[in-house]
């Protein structure tokens, strides 16, 4: 006869199952689609934002800065 596992029981395991796994998450996989990806030959190296995302910063910050420009200091 199987053995009975309450739900909490259940709870803890898959709790533990996903902070052993340092792959999955949100931030992960935000920081996977900003961030170049890592080079195999060199894991130490710097990962930096991949070229759209400095723009699109770029853009809003430039936006961002007309609208207060002209709507507060003019």
């Given at each position: 006869?199987?053995?009975h596992?309450?739900?909490?029981e259940?709870h803890t395991?898959?709790?533990?199952?996903l902070h052993?796994r340092?792959?999955?998450?949100i931030s992960?996989?935000?920081?996977?689609r900003?961030l170049?990806?890592?080079?195999p030959?060199e894991?130490q190296s710097i990962?930096?934002?991949?070229?759209?995302?400095?723009l699109?910063l770029?853009?809003?910050?430039a936006?961002?800065?007309t609208?207060?420009y002209?709507n507060?200091?003019?």
């Open positions: 006869m199987a053995e596992v309450s739900a909490k259940i395991v898959l709790e533990q199952y052993d340092s792959d999955l998450g992960k996989a935000i920081t996977a900003i170049e990806s890592r080079s030959f894991p990962r930096r934002p991949q070229r759209w995302f400095v699109v770029f853009v809003s910050l936006l961002t800065g609208f207060t002209f507060f200091w003019h």
